[in-house]
């Protein structure tokens, strides 16, 4: 059986995950409005109508492969391991995507869908900006409309993000509600959605939100790890000993993790931002100090107060810097299939400085989370051992901040 054909025929399993109402054990679900579940409906439906057709593995797989640019090569980092003198370490080399990054392979797929269904029109949220350029890329690419919501405050610390959309032909909707930032850009996006649902697709950035949606990015990112697990068996005659991705909302880590989650063999982690401390405010390891309840369509882990009043987060890397996390990964958090962790701000941003000059690559400060952790385990394992991480963007679009940080100018 083909790849696509067999991840169809799992899909089918009665006994797959989530159910029909989109849960996963308790989590996920479908907390929205009377006027969206119709919307939600539709969406699924056409997803898994695609989703069992060849023709359309066979579109989005000429996409990935002359627009994207996979596969994406799992390189051996020598120089890394060399100096830890550990375990040895692969990156899954998602920096070299079009657009920098991973977020492209779920727009393509949502994109793809969007012209099934007959739509006109995507809009996207985004904070920091790169699920917003990566909407407005397939947006241009498939000649669609396209509004993308951006709380006011984020738009303004990442003014060149709203240009680079701008230039795309997307429109920015600045978001003034709240804390002007993702969470309310997500709002306003589902807002959106509810009354232009006929000729309107929202395209969701991560592994979150109301069900199908986490299923649909799950599903999307899952090249990753379909790609790693063979390319490690050919590597090196073995599955690795562990895996490890950063976690915003979970799309990258669950797209790498769930063509291992069988392989009992592996241990993964997923990493979460440790931010300054794990006080309340300073940080976003939802897993560390989060509590169970519902937002933005999902039920999940979601850091609060006592009052059930969300708690703000910090992160140096905007991508992991929000109060809830995947329905898919509260679940394996419950079963203990995946292990979370926390790295902190400092100790990413040393990753950062590390991995440039012992590979010659800067990656993504939510990337460097995960390599912070690889570091760790890599000492711990012993060099018999083998670690696949996924280096899910590229540092270009960080270099500004971490001048900010180090207190270098350039005027
Ligand atoms: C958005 C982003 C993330 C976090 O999102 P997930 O959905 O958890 O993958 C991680 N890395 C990079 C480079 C990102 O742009």
Redo the contacts with the bound molecule.
């Keep these: 059986m083909s790849d696509s054909s067999r991840m169809a025929a799992a899909m089918r399993r009665p006994s797959s995950l989530p159910d029909r109402n989109g849960y996963f054990g308790e989590y996920g679900g479908r907390f929205v409005s009377e006027s969206l579940m119709e919307a939600l409906y539709e969406l699924e439906a056409a997803f898994r109508k695609a989703w069992a057709d060849p023709t359309y593995h066979r579109e989005m797989n000429e996409v990935y492969r002359d627009f994207v640019g996979r596969a994406t090569p799992l390189y051996f980092a020598e120089g890394l391991t060399r100096k830890l003198g550990g375990a040895r370490i692969y990156l899954k080399r998602e920096d070299l995507n079009h657009t920098g ?3 492209i392979n779920n727009t393509v797929g949502q994109a793809l869908l969007a012209l099934r269904m007959r739509k006109k029109r995507l809009i996207a949220e985004t904070g920091a900006g ?2 917003g350029v990566a909407t407005a890329t397939v947006a241009a690419r498939y000649g669609f409309e396209c509004d993308v919501y951006m709380g006011s405050e984020d738009a303004r610390r990442q003014s060149l993000n709203v240009f680079r959309m701008n230039l795309l032909g997307a429109t920015v909707k600045p978001v003034d509600s709240g804390t002007k930032t993702l969470k309310d850009a997500i709002s306003e996006a589902l807002r959106d959605w509810s009354h232009s649902v006929l000729s309107t697709h929202y395209v969701l ?3 979150f939100g109301p069900h199908p949606f986490p299923l649909i990015v799950r599903s999307f990112q899952s090249v990753i790890g379909r790609e790693a697990r063979k390319q490690i068996l050919r590597k090196e005659g073995r599955l690795p000993d562990a895996l490890i991705a ?8 669950m797209g790498l993790f769930f063509p291992f989650l069988s392989d009992l063999e592996c241990v993964l982690y997923g990493v979460e931002a440790g931010g300054r401390s794990l006080k309340p405010g300073e940080h976003a390891a939802r897993f560390q100090t989060g509590k169970v309840g519902v937002l933005q369509g999902s039920r999940t882990y979601v850091l609060q107060d006592g009052d059930g009043q969300i708690e703000k987060t910090h992160s140096v890397s905007a ?2 810097d929000y109060s809830a996390v995947g329905p898919e990964l509260a679940y394996y958090h419950d079963s203990g299939r995946i292990s979370f962790v926390s790295v902190s701000d400092d100790e990413a941003l040393e990753a950062f400085e590390t991995l440039g000059k012992t590979e010659g690559i800067l990656p ?1 400060l ?2 460097s989370h995960a390599i912070a952790w690889a570091i760790r385990k890599a000492r711990d394992l012993g060099p018999d051992r083998v670690l696949v991480v996924n280096l ?2 590229r540092g270009d679009k960080d270099v500004m901040e971490v001048a900010r940080i180090k207190g270098v100018s350039f005027s």
């Design positions: 990054a991973h977020k790169q699920h950035g991560t592994a950063c976690v915003g909302g979970g799309s990258n880590s991508g992991l993504a939510e990337s899910s963007g």
